[in-house]
């Protein structure tokens, strides 16, 4: 499975912004994916995803910034972040498992990851 994210770039705060993740195979319906990022100089951090029930999942600190969909007739899916800040400028990856049953914060868990997709938020 290859996934490949667009709609990174260059933001102003308050903006919202669309990021998608599009997979080279029918994945999204009935199996998990995530959306993580990486801010310069920091570890990899989980953002929001759902699981293979279709439970969605929020990081505490993104809960009313974020909103997760997916199109699956497209093999695509979305994060959509709302008022972004400076703090969210970061590389935006997505990964979705196959296997996995449900849904995990734990990133090694995932097995399929994008290149990812930079967000540059200006101040």
């Known amino acids: 499975v290859q996934l490949v994210e667009s709609g990174g770039g260059l933001v102003q705060t308050g903006e919202s912004l669309m990021l998608s993740c599009t997979a080279s195979?029918?994945?999204?319906?009935?199996?998990?994916m995530i959306w993580v990022r990486q801010a310069p100089g920091k570890e990899r951090e989980a953002v929001a995803g759902f699981g293979s029930d279709g439970s969605l999942h929020i990081a505490t600190f993104m809960k009313g910034g974020v909103t997760v969909s997916s199109d699956n007739a497209k093999n695509t899916a979305f994060l959509q972040i709302h008022n972004v800040k400076p703090e969210d400028t970061a590389v935006y990856y997505c990964?979705?498992?196959?296997?996995?049953?449900?849904?995990?914060?734990?990133?090694?868990?995932?097995?399929?990851w994008g290149q990812g997709t930079q967000v540059t938020v200006s101040s």
């Open positions: 990964a979705c498992d196959t296997f996995m049953n449900g849904f995990r914060w734990f990133l090694g868990a995932w097995t399929y």
């Open positions: 195979e029918f994945v999204f319906d009935g199996n998990a």
